[in-house]
């Protein structure tokens, strides 16, 4: 199974920081968002993916490229742990890229990867959300689509505050924490939508929702959406996910998620907690 990561998307809402940068290159704690996107279709056994790139995104390119003259400083002055590291990021996967020449929806963004798809299921993780579980997300996803064919989707359980930020899904339960989707609701009114089920930017799309995205028309915003194609596809199934997920696309998500990140690693955690317990005392 191959992959697409969208990451053409502007991220004003990070301005003036993604002002000359990439909103997936921005840092969690200590990797950029994007390389936690990778690293969890690789651990979902996915090693040929495709990032739909936009204009300046290149430094994701650089990023996931050799460095010839990093790589051959750290090793003159024997820094062989971050060269270790380094090295591993070019090898992680096979990584192609496609740009988007023109802002027009998640929905176009996927469609830009048809050719290189072909025919088969592929999966999909959004440039900007990080997930943390013990099996992968999008592990979890293939073993639902596997079961059930068609195309399947991650959603997680929402408070009403967010449900205005969020596709939303209408669907009968089928068995524990698997729903036959009916329906799915883009960014609904909290008194419009259907269920509090969001989806959170991780699916397996059957190859027929290409067709889908060709004859669709633009939905909300003026743009293609993937939540309007998917609705015309006849077997789609969505499932909770059982672990964390971090939507980096906003401020507030994108500081937690680094404080959380930063406690998931035994060298830094206490000092970390030290240091929260320290401001909440002063404040």
């Known amino acids: 199974m191959k992959a697409v990561i969208p990451a053409a998307g502007l991220g004003t809402r990070f301005l003036p920081a993604t002002k000359a940068q990439p909103k997936e290159m921005l840092p969690v704690f200590n990797k950029p ?29 650089d990023h996931f490229d050799k460095s010839f003259e990093l790589e051959y400083n750290l090793n003159l002055k024997g820094k062989y742990d971050y060269l270790e590291e380094v090295q591993a990021i070019s090898n992680l996967a096979d990584i192609f890229y496609v740009r988007q020449k023109k802002q027009n929806g998640l929905g176009d963004a996927i469609n830009c990867a048809k050719k290189h798809i072909g025919d088969e299921p592929f999966a999909v993780l959004l440039g900007d959300t990080i997930t943390y579980s013990e099996i992968p997300c999008t592990k979890q996803l293939i073993d639902v689509h596997k079961k059930y064919g068609g195309s399947t989707i991650a959603i997680e359980e929402l408070p009403e505050y967010k449900i205005e930020r969020y596709g939303i899904v209408d669907g009968v339960n089928v068995e524990e924490n698997i729903y036959k989707v009916n329906n799915l609701v883009e960014k609904p009114k909290l008194a419009d939508a259907p269920s509090n089920l969001g989806i959170t930017g991780r699916y397996i799309l059957t190859p027929d929702i290409f067709d889908k995205l060709n004859s669709i028309e633009a939905g909300v915003g003026g743009e293609i ?17 059982e672990g964390t997920i971090y939507d980096i696309g906003n401020t507030m998500e994108w500081l937690k998620s680094s404080i959380d990140m930063a406690l998931t690693y035994d060298d830094v955690r206490d000092e970390v907690l030290d240091y929260l317990r320290q401001k909440i005392a002063e404040n």
Request: a negative charge; proline letters at 2%; glycine letters at 6%.
């Open 33 to 61: 968002t994007i390389q936690y996107v990778v690293e969890e279709a690789v651990n979902s056994g996915i090693d040929d993916i495709i990032i739909i790139t936009g204009k300046g995104k290149r430094p994701i390119e």
């Open 225 to 241: 959406q993937l939540t309007d194609a998917i609705n015309e596809q006849e077997n789609v199934y969505a499932t909770t996910f």
